[in-house]
């Protein structure tokens, strides 16, 4: 089958079946688009593949990647309690070695984390106060969370 004859057979029911694991329209619409865009990267394959193969490859992708962000947004509410159980715990100064979830992680972006989950401070705060553009700060946070994403034991 050809991605537009897969797209106009199955947008609607896998829309429906998006909707019922995000209970989001908004989720669901985007679950959706990467499936669809995960299909077009897998063409070749989908077009070999029959009616029945198509719509269960079509499923379980929109499965897997619903399945991954939950894990993912999962293991980012981790690192935010652990941050903010950290804090509450602490008297009025932070000692960022009781953070040692945050050990892989380089002392100057530990500092960025803090100030952006915990304290909530925008990038563009930290970036005013800490001399660096925005645009960095934004990029060492992305970085600084994978290192953490890299340790399982965070998860368990």
Same mark, same amino acid.
């Given at each position: 089958?050809?991605? #537009? ?7 609607? !029911?896998?829309?429906? %079946? ?22 077009? =990267? ?5 077009? $070999?593949?029959?009616?029945? $193969? ?17 894990? !993912?947004?999962?293991? %980012? ?10 804090? #509450? ?7 960022? #070695? ?16 803090? $100030? ?5 401070? =925008? ?29 399982? #034991?965070?998860?368990?």
């Amino acid at each position: 089958m050809t991605l #537009e004859d897969l797209y106009e057979e199955f947008e609607s !029911r896998l829309r429906g %079946y998006a909707f019922s694991l995000a209970h989001d329209s908004h989720a669901a619409a985007d679950l959706t688009q990467e499936t669809f865009l995960r299909a077009t =990267t897998n063409a070749l394959l989908l077009e $070999q593949l029959n009616k029945n $193969q198509c719509r269960r490859w079509l499923y379980s992708t929109l499965k897997n990647i619903f399945v991954d962000q939950y894990r !993912r947004g999962r293991r %980012y509410d981790i690192i935010l309690e652990q941050m903010r159980a950290s804090i #509450e715990d602490e008297s009025a100064t932070l000692n960022i #070695e009781d953070l040692s979830f945050l050990d892989g992680v380089p002392e100057r972006d530990r500092d960025i984390l803090i $100030q952006r989950f915990v304290h909530g401070s =925008t990038s563009a705060e930290i970036a005013s106060d800490i001399g660096i553009p925005a645009a960095t700060v934004r990029s060492r946070i992305r970085i600084a969370l994978n290192r953490i994403r890299k340790h399982p #034991e965070l998860y368990e």
